[in-house]
């Protein structure tokens, strides 16, 4: 009777050995795509920050600070916000690049334009330089487009699968029989 016992036993512990030699590398992938996603943003930040510096370098800094806060500082988090909830962030845009262009610009304008309805409503208008606010949103898509492009053909490649894992299920026969 023990010997009966003793075996399911046994089984369940190959089986949970088995699975935990399969989760190392699921782990692994997981934190590859967190890297990657973690170094998009930082390459979003670095595309705003850099933009926003040669405006206030074109312009003057009393005229993208309204507020004594820069307008770039504004836009930053709320592009990061926008973009992780809108997949500037995901699968999606790694597995594309043109994808990974259009959900990062997608965020950068509606940050953009939630700035410029704090702007008008707190009748800062004419404390804010037009020409570098526009110079520095538009840099800030020139620059994101580039750092994206580049790291993603850089660093991930065109071939991405190593970052998923992919189950593929055949329901019937081949078509060739």
């Not at 003793?6 to 934190?31: F, H, V």
């Not at 009748?123 to 800030?140: D, E, K, M, Q, Y």
Request: proline share 4%; charged share 15%.
């Amino acid at each position: 009777m023990e010997h009966s016992n003793s075996a399911p036993t046994g089984q369940i512990a190959a089986l949970s050995c088995a699975q935990n030699k399969q989760l190392p590398s699921q782990r692994a992938r997981l934190n590859q795509r967190l890297l990657v996603y973690a170094a998009l943003a930082l390459c979003d930040t670095a595309a705003i920050r850099c933009a926003f510096e040669i405006a206030v370098n074109l312009k003057g800094h009393q005229w993208l600070s309204p507020n004594g806060l820069e307008l770039g500082w504004l836009i930053l988090p709320l592009h990061l916000l926008i973009g992780l909830r809108n997949g500037a962030y995901s699968n999606g845009a790694l597995v594309s690049r043109l994808d990974s262009i259009r959900l990062a610009s997608r965020s950068l304008l509606v940050a953009t334009a939630l700035v410029s309805l704090l702007i008008f409503f707190q009748a800062a208008g004419p404390l804010v330089s037009r020409l570098g606010f526009g110079t520095g949103i538009a840099l800030s898509f020139l620059f994101m487009w580039f750092l994206r492009v580049s790291f993603l053909t850089l660093f991930v490649g065109r071939d991405v699968s190593r970052m998923f894992s992919r189950l593929v299920i055949v329901d019937g026969p081949p078509s060739d029989l």
